[in-house]
């Protein structure tokens, strides 16, 4: 992940609208599946 990233990426896991994959593990230079995407717009959207 690129160093610009890390507190964006800690604030959307704090935030649950992330979750990482396997272990909490992010995967930032992957691409994102059809259902991960779908997952953060839900989880954006339900946001409290």
């Known amino acids: 992940m690129s ?3 890390k507190d964006y990426v800690q ?3 704090d ?3 992330v979750q990482g994959r ?3 593990m992010f995967a930032p ?3 994102a ?3 991960e995407n779908s ?3 839900y989880n ?3 946001t409290k």
């Open 22 to 24: 396997a272990n909490a």
């Open 3 to 5: 160093p610009w990233a």
């Open 44 to 46: 954006l959207l339900v």
């Open 33 to 35: 599946t059809r259902a």
């Open 39 to 41: 997952q953060i717009i």
């Open 11 to 13: 604030l959307a896991s």
């Open 15 to 17: 935030l649950s609208l």
């Open 29 to 31: 230079k992957d691409r």
